[in-house]
Nanobody
């Protein structure tokens, strides 16, 4: 059974940091690129970051470039998103995704507020 389970969301003040993690199981994690998306109510899901299967290629949305870092550990079957200098507009539900197979996690809420 394929599972993607996100964790690490929560409430943080502007300027703070959070680290999201996504634990994968049920498929050959190491051969697939992985993505993080985010979504706020009433808006389309936004692609935040992509990492290649071996982790050598990383792409970021302009809105988070320089503040967020995507990484992965193929031995542990996890993909992470380190989020620094958080802004209120980063508030969203963050989802882990395997794009080729269209696997999705359940999402984790990130709220940036004072």
């Amino acid at each position: 059974q394929v599972r993607l389970v996100e964790s690490g969301g929560g409430l943080v003040q502007p300027g703070g940091s959070l680290r999201l993690s996504c634990a994968a199981s049920g498929f050959t994690f190491s051969v697939y690129s992985m993505r993080w998306y985010r979504q706020t109510p009433g808006k389309e899901r936004e692609l935040v970051a992509t990492i290649s299967s071996a982790g050598h290629i990383r792409n970021y949305a302009d809105s988070i470039k320089g503040r967020f870092t995507i990484s992965r550990d193929n031995a542990k079957k996890t993909v992470s998103l380190q989020m620094n200098s958080l802004k209120p507009e980063d508030t969203a539900v963050y989802y882990c995704n395997c794009p080729i197979e269209n696997y999705w996690g359940q999402g984790t809420q990130v709220t940036v507020s004072s």
